[in-house]
């Protein structure tokens, strides 16, 4: 610029125009990155119930082996008995037949253990009975065994407005703790629903077991109270001192906390020592209600 030249006067509009022009795109960026960090939160949320689901398959794991060891011992059995005796039609007949029931028996265990690793994103809602079905399938050592008695009053048609692999798993994480709580003593689990005023279904899962303390009961759905609530006591006698209060793993009632409440449900939990314990898991009914996550 020369001696007596003029500098350029600022045109203001301008420089408001460039503003607001960075700030539009400061503004596009960032909500860029928070689409980004939802989308990654949500693939987090899926594998951390994909995980949650093997971790209580691994639970399982000992018991259902055993149990197939249990069918597998008649089914060769009456199979070889067949064999043994070809021309004895009655005989083989019988042993055949035993052995098919054996062996469907293993083919329903197998089926709803493979249906509960399997998403299901289609499937809005659950038929409670058919879920209390597969969740008692997926055990597969029938309860009464460890002289737990089930009390079912469960209306037949009850849908709640929940994924059925998700209600799955809710059910399984409870039945197992209910089942532990009372190991070596016997008692009942309960499994009681009904749908109440303002199309709101609530399905209560009961035990007569040895209940909780009040600590353990506000700690129940922490994810970081470790083992001492929340699931089964896995490796340890009925006798060990460390097994006779309820204890197990907190991360599984945190799921199950989670996934009631996407599905736009609460979930509540009441116990005393020596008293059982009670969860209750109210939910909407089917057509009714729409998940949090998608509203």
């Given amino acids: 610029m020369g001696y007596g030249d003029r ?27 928070i689409r980004e960090m939802e989308a990654q939160i949500s693939r987090l949320e899926t594998d951390l119930d994909r995980t949650s689901r093997l971790a209580t398959l691994g639970i399982l794991a000992g018991m259902i ?5 249990n069918l597998l011992t008649p089914v060769m059995s009456y199979a070889q008995l067949a064999l043994g005796s070809p021309d004895d039609r009655e005989l083989v007949t019988k042993a055949l037949n035993r052995a098919v029931e054996g062996a469907e028996q293993l083919s329903r265990i197998a089926s709803a253990i493979l249906g509960f690793l399997r998403d299901d994103d289609q499937l809005a809602d659950a038929e409670i009975n058919r879920v209390v079905d597969l969740t008692l399938e ?23 407005a929940i994924r059925p692999i998700c209600l799955q798993q809710v059910f399984l994480n409870l039945f197992l703790n209910a089942i532990e709580a009372m ?9 009681i629903a009904a749908i109440e005023p303002g199309g709101i279904i609530r399905v209560m899962v009961s035990d007569t077991g040895c209940g909780m303390s009040s600590e353990m009961v506000a700690r129940a759905f922490d994810p ?46 009441n116990s005393r020592p020596g008293e059982g314990t009670t969860f209750s898991v109210c939910l909407r009914a089917a057509g009714q209600a729409q998940s949090r996550r998608s509203a």
Avoid: W
């Avoid at 490796?235 to 599905?263: F, M, S």
């Fill in 183 to 191: 190991r070596g003593r016997g008692g009942e689990l309960r499994i």
């Fill in 224 to 269: 970081l109270a470790g083992s001492q609530a929340g699931g089964p006591a896995i490796g340890r006698e009925p006798g060990d001192a460390k097994a006779n209060g309820r204890r197990g793993h907190g991360l599984g009632l945190a799921i199950c906390k989670r996934l009631v409440e996407d599905a736009g449900g609460t979930i509540h939990l």
């Fill in 65 to 69: 082996a055993h149990e197939f060891n």
């Fill in 138 to 160: 997926c055990m597969a050592k029938d309860p009464q065994k460890a002289g737990v008695s089930i009390v079912r009053r469960v209306p037949d048609g009850l849908r709640a």
């Fill in 7 to 33: 500098a350029p006067i600022p045109d203001p509009a301008a420089e408001t125009m460039s503003y607001d022009a960075k700030l539009s795109n400061d503004r596009d960026v960032l909500l860029g990155r």
